[in-house]
């Protein structure tokens, strides 16, 4: 059972707009969210995280906001750039020192 | 420093063999995660490993194994191989156990069956 699920597959987005990646979650005892980027034949690289005491964390043009009650957390992405074109994972886990569950991934293409 | 090395990038075998893949820590990363990523599915956790003792499993069968070694470098194996067992195997390091100090991750072992 998918406990942590990205519902679109890929999204396309025109360069200098915003890019809006969504991701939910099953468990309410998730309280630590991590987000992803995979480019391929490379590893997934750390891009943000946000834990359950907050509900919006920024860095640059990644903003991470965390919907609790709906336990929706969605990235927003601005401006997008081209070189953002790659496939995003949500990741969740519950209390420090436990796996993460992953999303399905969410390819986004930035179209110059 | 060297990232999280993961051996071979390409591995192709047949089914009902059995494969042995590497990973190496970034120097001084005493936690080693394992992942299996299919299209749709997303990354699956397989398991963890912490000083040479696994301490998280995930929902697979018992043919996919792992251990870590004293030098933190991890290998997991996976006997009688089934065509559903192609995927991307990831392997992720971290300072210590858990989530607390955030993962790297290889570049993946693909691995197709045939």
């Known amino acids: 059972d998918q406990q942590v699920k990205q519902n679109s597959p890929s999204l396309s987005v025109q360069e200098g707009r915003i890019s809006i990646l969504n991701c939910d979650y099953t468990n309410s005892m998730f309280d630590y969210f991590l987000w992803y980027k995979k480019y391929p034949a490379e590893g997934p690289t750390f891009l943000i995280s946000i834990s359950s005491i907050k509900d919006k964390n920024e860095d640059g043009r990644f903003t991470v906001f965390l919907n609790k009650s709906a336990k929706h957390l969605s990235l927003h992405i601005v401006p997008s750039q081209p070189g953002d074109s790659a496939v995003y994972f949500c990741?969740?886990?519950?209390?420090?020192?436990?796996?993460?569950?992953f999303g399905t991934g969410t390819s986004l293409t930035v179209i110059p | 420093k060297a990232g999280v090395t993961q051996t071979p990038r390409y591995l192709i075998k047949t089914r009902g063999q059995q494969v042995t893949l590497s990973c190496s820590p970034i120097?001084?990363?005493?936690?080693v995660s394992w992942y299996q990523q299919t299209p749709g599915q997303g990354l699956q956790f397989l398991f963890e490993y912490f000083s040479e003792t696994q301490r998280n499993k995930g929902n697979f069968p018992g043919r996919f194994s792992g251990r870590q070694f004293s030098n933190s470098r991890s290998e997991m194996n996976v006997s009688t191989l089934e065509l559903g067992d192609s995927a991307l195997y990831l392997c992720a390091s971290s300072l210590a156990a858990g989530n607390n100090y955030g993962y790297t991750f290889g570049s993946g072992t693909r691995l197709t069956v045939v």
């Open positions: 990741a969740a886990s519950e209390g420090t020192g436990n796996q993460f569950y």
């Open positions: 120097s001084g990363h005493r936690s």
